[in-house]
């Protein structure tokens, strides 16, 4: 029944009335319907172990490890099923960095009590995931390709805080509480990857404070974003949804790195942790409310249902802004004509274009390029410099592997596309 009142904003103001009630009287009976009522609002949501606020949220944290930790226990079976290596057994020293790095993460976490273990599996590809039980899967590709600690502190950083913002368990509650809520903006797919880049945000924050406080470089995760930007753009094209971009999460990386770098004591723990987990510069811890009977039960019913609400408006906007920015992006894109391409020494590829417009000019205009050969699809990228005027030419050059030679590019399909351009100020 909860849900159904969840996104109705009118609801919002009898629990007010009734906290106000409550409080006030003291009266027997509504203690006892406060009580209730707060049993009822804690089975069905959790307190931000961040923040402190309330949201929605259908299993508690054993219940979430145990589910978690399901997931992760029939990968390992299917791991050994297929005869592949695990951890140490994978590779030592490798491991041994993982296992080092993982733990003077956690051991800072709001998770800190509980007993986690890193994993790493035999992938070559660059990832690493949370189920939101007590461990971390990572893939072999993601440590050999990073050879900085800080940079892998940082992804481990990010996981964790996955589980610890809840996010897993958020988005079950989250999902049924908008199918539930007949909201047609909410079952749209711009909508949940809206959902998914404020979730991502989210444990990029919480990530970065953890790299500071257990003495690893702030600023790694930033880096990680800009390399995945330079070699990739926003690798718009072959996403479902425009997802979050790289070049934003990278400038948004940036600056929480800069908000928590003074607690920042390279390969230290900082002392003061604990309570820096509460009180940073990046969030406040709320003050403990009313109990349950006194009024508790009404305000952990209030406090669901607005932040609730508030995601929900949060990822609206966020969606809309994003299919905004997209619609620019397709606009830009329909505007530009290939003149000529030539291939150049060093296996590359020079394009040139123009850019058919009255308005706007262009800003950090990036030109991508999709190559089937056989099964595999290719992206490729060239950044522009500079300011792109409308009617105006400019040189696209990409750098193309050593498996895709220059030569090859007129045979196979290709396809050109804007990956990323914000308008000129
Ligand atoms: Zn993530």
Redesign the pocket.
Same mark, same amino acid.
């Given at each position: 029944m909860l849900y159904k009142l969840l996104f109705n904003k009118r609801m919002i103001r009898v629990p007010l009335v009734l906290a106000g009630l409550v409080g006030l009287a003291g009266c027997q009976a509504l203690q006892t319907a406060d009580r209730g009522l707060y049993q009822a609002v804690e089975m069905v949501s959790e307190n931000d172990r961040v923040t402190g606020r309330r949201s929605l949220s259908l299993a508690d944290r054993n219940a979430q490890i145990r589910q978690g930790n399901q997931y992760i226990e029939q990968l390992l079976a299917e791991e050994r099923q297929a005869g592949r290596k695990l951890n140490g057994e994978l590779d030592r020293a490798q491991y041994q960095r993982l296992v080092r790095l993982f733990d003077r993460i956690q051991r800072i976490s709001h998770l800190r009590q509980e007993r986690w273990q890193p994993l790493l599996i035999d992938r070559d590809s660059f990832n690493a995931f949370t189920t939101g039980g007590t461990y971390i899967v990572v893939h072999l590709g993601l440590m050999e390709q990073l050879p900085d600690d800080d940079e892998v502190a940082a992804v481990v950083g +990010? &996981?964790i805080a +996955?589980t610890v913002a809840n996010h897993v368990g958020e988005s079950q509650g989250h999902r049924i509480a908008s199918q539930l809520s007949g909201s047609k903006a909410a079952r749209s797919g711009a909508y949940q990857a809206a959902f998914t880049h404020e979730? &991502?945000r989210e444990?990029d924050r919480i990530g970065i404070l953890y790299s500071a406080l257990a003495g690893f470089d702030p600023y790694a995760a930033s880096r990680i974003w800009q390399r995945q930007y330079l070699l990739e753009g926003n690798a718009r094209a072959l996403m479902l949804h425009d997802h979050p971009v790289n070049a934003e999460r990278a400038e948004e990386a940036r600056q929480v790195a800069a908000a928590v770098a003074s607690y920042y004591r390279p390969g230290q723990q900082n002392p003061h942790y604990e309570a820096l987990l509460e009180n940073n510069a990046l969030w406040q811890a709320q003050q403990p409310g009313p109990e349950a009977g006194a009024g508790g039960g009404v305000l952990a019913l209030l406090s669901t249902v607005t932040d609730t609400w508030l995601q929900h408006e949060q990822a609206k906007a966020e969606a809309a802004r994003q299919q905004q920015r997209s619609a620019f992006v397709k606009a830009v894109e329909a505007r530009m004509t290939l003149l000529e391409s030539r291939t150049l020494a060093g296996n590359r590829l020079q394009t040139r274009w123009q850019y058919r417009a009255s308005a706007p000019p262009l800003n950090q205009l990036v030109i991508g390029l999709l190559v089937q050969q056989g099964e595999q699809l290719s992206r490729h990228v060239a950044h522009i410099d500079g300011v792109v005027r409308p009617n105006g030419q400019f040189v696209a050059e990409f750098n193309l592997p050593e498996t895709l030679p220059v030569q090859d590019l007129p045979s196979l399909p290709v396809r050109f596309y804007v990956d990323d351009v914000v308008p000129a100020q």
């Open positions: +990010h &996981e +996955h979730n &991502e444990a």
